[in-house]
């Protein structure tokens, strides 16, 4: 099947200049590779700072750089949690863990299991019910629910689908499916036959397999559409060894996932409803690979190799079985149609195959359609207008850049949440863990570090220089090693945090010299400002080209040197706060305390300004102090032009809070009240407002 026409090879060279142009190359394939590899590296060394013992995994579309911008695809993870042990062998089970047996008997869905509940002091099964969520069966096993997941966080995260929270909004992004899972250390043996199984491309290597082998598996909570016993069944996942698999494929088999995933899209899925799955493309894809010559997949033969795809997914579908392709047992089509969907699929997929290349030129997404109409001069250019890929690039840029520089932010923000509650002593043993990844550490590691690390130092060496605030007034040399430490966390955070600390202890000069240099840098260079407070809704700022042609230049160094983070004190820095912006800490009512979110307002506790307007406020209280007037009411304008203008402030309400203090200043009082009414239209809970306008109208009725 595979000696075709010269028009076949003709379409799959105009197919693949085409998914080329639209991003699906080998140089975007890896940017968004690596920028998930780093975030998951992020997370999961923020995790062991704060002694979460969960492992996070980056999976599906977006980590393999399997997507486009019109596929809309979702961000995947995997949260491993490791207080769990399941068990295949009796040798796995491990003393004090909460150990379960995986049980695969003729009750259990192939590719699914039950958990039977073990004891932890001896590896002895348990013979009481420990709570709601264990049920004895018929041969007296105690048994796990997966219903147990619903207690344990779906609730601060979003709305359950099977075993997933979908999460909308998450960052600005993509909408993301967060899926919890147990360990499993060793490698499923119901799988155990797949890393023997020789197919005719020999591929997968024998070194992937055995890699695939080492990782594992997971169980995730989801019994079959087609268990007798859906609440008691776990789903045995192998997404690591899919990743694995995922990542060796050569970019024409990149391509043609892509444009099953488009078709599954336009064709099969149309309204939405979920009848073939992309995991279903994805298994069909390795299943050709495997079944085929390695020569097949090239750019010249993408259009027939989509085709031969096509073909066994039709298969798939008339004899209801679509084997998982590790787990050949797990039929994963079992349950998923009705008789009439079956028929109506089957028709759609043959006429799909009948009507040759017709249908890819209705293909919508991306334009991929209208593009390919171009490179057959079907069309002439002029008559449509597409998004160069140079502006899909950046587009692309965009929104992996954001997405690291967001987690970032929000990562640092969990670790400060951590901080809150700990002494100096354990603050720096803190510091110290996080040294050892770079000194201990692989590649990823040492990217995650140099991002994560000088935030730490700058609050570490700002809660030194707050104690010693508070007992002489004075900043003790250490806490000046650490604060310099940090200084190039960002463009412009660590280096206020700096300034702040001098403003505090009355060194206006040095303050002024800062101060002067952080503006300077900030307008130097294109930077971008970000806020990660909240975990969801934040928009993606407005990023112009010149930033984005950095940011190709420079990869992540964007993240440091282009980047301005919020300033954030938490009430450990108190005395290196300026007074006025230290009543953002004490902004809550114990009536405001039931309007908060956990993941959202975490830093409600504290006192958190975006960087540019705390710039000009401590530039107009520094000023003030130095008698520079002129300069004081440039800082003033400047303030107010950015809170005004700058569209991506996350923090808007408390920079009119600090503006209205000035105004309270300038002894323009209508205008500061002005300014704290606004501050409550952006934020009408949990806003220090309330208290700067029964400050300031005290004060008037006082004064009359």
């Not at 299991?113 to 002091?121: T, Y």
């Not at 007798?228 to 997404?239: D, F, G, N, V």
């Not at 990562?411 to 603050?427: F, S």
Request: with cysteine; net charge negative; proline share 4%.
């Amino acid at each position: 099947m595979f000696q075709e026409p010269d028009y076949r090879e003709n379409l799959s060279l105009a197919l693949s200049e085409v998914l080329d142009d639209i991003g699906v190359n080998e140089r975007m394939v890896m940017r968004r590779r690596r920028n998930y590899m780093l975030i998951q590296t992020t997370k999961n060394i923020s995790d062991r700072l704060t002694d979460t013992n969960n492992t996070s995994y980056h999976l599906g579309s977006q980590s393999e750089g399997t997507t486009t911008i019109g596929l809309e695809s979702d961000v995947d993870l995997l949260f491993c949690m490791h207080d769990f042990n399941i068990i295949q062998d009796w040798s796995e089970w491990e003393h004090g863990k909460e150990n379960y047996l995986m049980i695969q008997d003729e009750n259990t869905t192939p590719g699914y299991c039950f958990l039977q509940s073990l004891r932890q002091d001896v590896p002895l099964p348990d013979t009481v019910i420990p709570d709601e969520h264990h049920i004895t069966d018929r041969s007296e096993r105690v048994l796990l629910k997966n219903t147990v997941i619903n207690h344990m966080v779906y609730g601060a995260f979003g709305q359950q689908h099977g075993p997933s929270v979908a999460i909308q909004g998450q960052s600005g992004f993509f909408d993301g499916d967060n899926v919890l899972a147990f360990p499993c250390k060793s490698w499923p043996q119901s799988a155990s036959g797949w890393l023997e199984r020789q197919g005719i491309g020999r591929w997968p290597t024998q070194d992937m397999r055995r890699y695939a082998a080492s990782t594992g598996c997971f169980v995730v909570p989801t019994g079959s559409k087609v268990s007798e016993y859906p609440e008691l069944e776990w789903r045995i996942s192998t997404s690591l060894a899919e990743r694995c698999l995922m990542s060796n494929l050569n970019i024409t088999q990149i391509r043609c996932y892509v444009l099953l995933k488009m078709i599954l899209k336009s064709f099969l899925n149309p309204h939405a409803e979920i009848n073939i799955s992309s995991f279903m493309c994805k298994t069909v894809l390795l299943h050709c690979i495997e079944n085929t010559e390695p020569s097949v997949w090239k750019d010249n033969n993408l259009f027939t190799c989509l085709t031969y795809c096509l073909l066994e997914l039709h298969s798939c579908v008339q004899n209801d079985r679509c084997s998982h392709f590790i787990i050949p047992d797990n039929n994963l089509m079992a349950g998923q149609f009705t008789a009439e969907t079956k028929h109506e699929l089957s028709k759609n997929i043959c006429e799909l195959i009948q009507n040759d290349r017709q249908w890819l030129l209705s293909i919508d997404i991306d334009n991929l359609g209208h593009r390919l109409q171009v490179k057959l001069n079907r069309i002439p250019h002029r008559v449509y207008y597409f998004p160069s890929s140079l502006q899909i690039y950046e587009q692309v840029l965009t929104s992996t850049y954001g997405s690291n520089a967001f987690n970032i932010s929000m990562r640092y923000m969990l670790v400060l949440n951590h901080l809150k509650n700990e002494n100096i002593r354990t603050i720096k043993q803190l510091v110290v863990k996080l040294m050892n990844f770079s000194n201990n550490g692989n590649r990823l590691e040492h990217a995650a570090f140099k991002l994560l690390a000088p935030f730490l130092f700058t609050t570490y060496g700002s809660i030194l220089a707050s104690s010693s605030i508070g007992e002489n007034n004075q900043m003790s040399p250490e806490a000046l090693v650490w604060l310099s430490a940090g200084l190039n966390s960002d463009t412009s955070s660590s280096r206020l945090k700096l300034a702040s600390v001098f403003y505090s202890t009355g060194d206006m000069e040095k303050a002024e010299q800062i101060l002067r240099h952080t503006e300077q840098q900030y307008y130097s260079y294109p930077v971008v400002p970000i806020c990660g407070c909240c975990y969801c809704k934040k928009p993606l700022p407005t990023v112009k080209a010149e930033f984005l042609r950095v940011c190709g230049e420079q990869s992540w160094d964007c993240i440091k040197h282009n980047t301005a983070f919020c300033v954030r004190f938490i009430q450990k820095e108190i005395n290196c706060v300026p007074h006025e912006l230290q009543y953002e800490m004490f902004r809550s009512t114990q009536d405001d305390m039931i309007h908060r979110e956990y993941l959202d307002d975490l830093w409600m506790d504290w006192a958190v300004v975006d960087s540019l307007p705390f710039l000009y406020f401590l530039q107009y209280k520094v000023y003030s102090h130095l008698q520079r007037h002129q300069d004081q009411q440039q800082a003033l304008c400047k303030l107010i032009r950015t809170i005004l203008t700058d569209k991506n402030l996350g923090h808007r309400e408390t920079a009119l809070n600090i503006l209205g203090q000035c105004m309270e200043q300038e002894n323009r009082h209508q205008q500061a009240l002005n300014c704290y009414l606004l501050s409550l239209q952006q934020r009408p809970r949990n806003n220090v407002a309330i208290i700067h306008i029964c400050k300031l109208l005290s004060g008037l009725l006082s004064s009359q």
